[in-house]
């Protein structure tokens, strides 16, 4: 590029802008008063990396000469001294530092800018461009070596097993692995079944009276305050009805017992006169061989009632420690709840906090549709018992409702216990129209209500609630059968959150917590 020459205005201190390869290095001061001359140097132009398929760009030479500024330039000030050759008046140490560390800074940029460039994906070429097709391999010929085994086969003892068998057998060691860790589980909860089984039906109570405990918070209660007041009045509650029903039941005892006498009598009879045609030697030989079985598991029954005690301490830990893990569940369930997946590994936290909320909601759902078809069956079956003056009203009532926690199972045997009362007090024809009734409410229940306000979130299959109490029963008796649909309902939906290929959206202060993790 030739030099340009540029012309300040006399004076008696002149300061020119001079340039060098950075855009601005400064201004050095003239010592001169006449007129002060710069001429631009070209400097070596930087090397630049080309990829193959890219043009360099061009530069335009028209606007090059029209400026007075190059980049890759060194300036030179020359100065006139009176009539005499100009002198050459080189920069100073600092402006040269600066100029070098303006030629890293360019050379830096223009790095990054290939980088960027590099990263760019390749331009797809037009429709009328053709593209070269690969040709298709040619077949291998005859005496060509053999492929090489699989490199998931370690000798070649495994490439002679077949590919179905080897897949079975790495099935089988991971079932046998899962299965002992399943056993292992479950032996650890019945050996502290005495501390998981109240905590389980804490957690009921919890999903129960979590939406009481909302309501006062909302009324601007503290939640200590709303927790109490809640758990206290659902004391006073459970307290009442198992006074009413104790004391009806004790009332009824005495009437009772003396038409289940005279009901025994009658069937007495009736195997006499029926169709069995049995007679009174053999009545009494099978009722002196009940007599006998009762005699003879005197010590097993002495025994387990002298382990009444331990049972009854047993009884009382488990309500005090359902009542306090209740308190706390609906005082700081949430806290609890967020200690335990900050537990977990960043990656899995979201993931497992969705599975938490889906099973929680599952569970909360599960237990207000329960209490409500029970409440349903109850009042259903107690309208026909008080319709044909069944004893033990109340009990019964309250009998069908604590069943009907038990899917299936709990509402045939609270059934049965009214059909059978019906028997004794009434006769045959009663006892046919409450076993009616209580056909009536159990269809009703099983094909309306239970579709309908259960819905799909807690639909189990009948099998599986079927199993599922069947085990827990054997596991932890009554109060097993009770927690075991809602515990399989939580796992269901659990495991379905866990599994599934959708990622759960990232909460909105996602990227916050992220940045501020070490």
Known sequence: MPAVERRSPSGPSTRTSTRSCSRRIGRPESVFGSAVTTETVPCPAPATRSRPGVRAPVRDASADASTSFEPNAVSVVRLPYEGRSPKEVHLSRFEQVRARLRRAYEAGRESVRSARHDREPVAVPPVDTPVEVPA????????????PPHLSLASQDDAD?????????????????????GWALIRLVGAIQVVMIPLAIALLLSALLAPAVGWLLRARLPRSLATAIVLICGLAAVAGTLTAVVNEFIAGVPELSAKATD????????????PLHLSDNQLNKYIDQGQEWVDQNTQSLTSGALSTAATVFEVLTG?????????????????????????????ARWRVDDAGTAAWATLVAYVRATVLVAFIDAVGIGIFLIIFKIPFTLPLIALVFLGAFIPIVGAALSGAVAVLVALVDQGWVIALVILGAVILVQQLEGHVLQPLIMGRAVAIHPLGVIVGIAAFAVLAGIVGAVVAVPLIAVLNTAVRRLTARRVPEAPPDAVVVAAKAP
């Not at 009901?263 to 029926?274: A, F, H, P, Y």
Request: proline letters at 11%; a positive charge.
């Open 136 to 147: 298709p391999p040619s077949p291998p010929a005859p005496d060509a070596e053999p492929a």
């Open 161 to 181: 097993v077949p590919h179905a068998l080897r897949l079975a057998a790495a099935w089988s060691w991971r079932l046998i692995v899962v299965g002992i860790v």
């Open 263 to 274: 009901g025994v009598r009658t069937i007495q009879e009736w195997l006499k006169t029926g």
């Open 319 to 347: 309500m005090l420690l359902v009542l306090f893990a209740t308190f706390f569940f609906l005082r700081d369930g949430r806290r609890i709840w967020r200690f335990l997946v900050r537990l977990l590994p960043v990656n």
